[in-house]
Nanobody
Framework: QVQLVESGGGWVQTGGSLRLSCAAS????????MGWFRQAPGKEREFVAG????????YYADPVKGRFTISRDNAKNTVYLQMNSLKPEDTAVYYC??????????????WGQGAQVTVSS
């Protein structure tokens, strides 16, 4: 059963960049499709980006297309989310998640504890 730990959150001004990392343990990392989600105060958790187990396939939610990049290093059991051109509306707790099978926006069974990202205007 895979365990996930996020890092790299923090505070940044509008237009800035942050990179989130999610380290996996206790599982065969390259068996899992990985995803990033976020939850803003008072809102439901939403899908942000997903990457296939091999890393060759990616999928992004419309609000982050062209600004965020998901990637993974299977040798390091880590998935990343590079966030550029950040906006105040990107402020949220960001979660990484894992599932078996193809990239989906739902159906993730394993979750990290979350990392706060705050973008100030």
């Amino acid at each position: 059963q895979v365990q996930l730990v996020e890092s790299g959150g923090g505070w940044v001004q509008t237009g800035g960049s942050l990179r989130l990392s999610c380290a996996a343990s206790r599982g065969t990392f390259n068996n899992y499709t990985m995803g990033w989600f976020r939850q803003a105060p008072g809102k439901e958790r939403e899908f942000v980006a997903g990457i296939s187990s091999s890393g060759r396939g990616t999928y992004y939610a419309d609000p982050v297309k062209g600004r965020f990049t998901i990637s993974r290093d299977n040798a390091k059991n880590t998935v990343y989310l590079q966030m550029n051109s950040l906006k105040p509306e990107d402020t949220a707790v960001y979660y990484c998640a894992a599932r078996q099978g193809v990239i989906r926006t739902t159906g993730y069974g394993y979750w990290g504890q979350g990392a706060q990202v705050t973008v100030s205007s």
